[in-house]
Nanobody
Framework: QVQLVESGGGLVQPGGSLRLSCVAS????????MTWYRQAPGKERELVAH????????NYADSVKGRFTISRDNAKNTMYLQMNSLKPEDTAVYYC????????WGQGTQVTVSS
């Protein structure tokens, strides 16, 4: 069955960095685009970054452009999100997503940016 497992979240001070990982299984990872979403308390889930199946195309939310970098290693069935210059407004649960015939989500990893 499809599984997505995120890791790498934590507490970081403003201006700091974190790298999130999403390990995928149960489908042919290299054939599918992947997406990072986030959901802050009291807010709707929003798209953060998207990467094509071979990583040749990426897209970002305006709020993270220039600070976050999405990447993937198809040999490791893993997607990453490098987050630099973190701000308090980046605080959220971060989820990875893949759209097969249905949408599949990981359990999420908490990112808290606070001094």
């Amino acid at each position: 069955q499809v599984q997505l497992v995120e890791s790498g979240g934590g507490l970081v001070q403003p201006g700091g960095s974190l790298r999130l990982s999403c390990v995928a299984s149960g489908f042919t990872f290299s054939l599918y685009a992947m997406t990072w979403y986030r959901q802050a308390p009291g807010k709707e889930r929003e798209l953060v970054a998207h990467i094509s199946s071979f990583g040749l195309s990426t897209n970002y939310a305006d709020s993270v452009k220039g600070r976050f970098t999405i990447s993937r290693d198809n040999a490791k069935n893993t997607m990453y999100l490098q987050m630099n210059s973190l701000k308090p407004e980046d605080t959220a649960v971060y989820y990875c997503n893949v759209k097969l015939r249905d949408d599949f989500w990981g359990q999420g990893t908490q990112v808290t940016v606070s001094s």
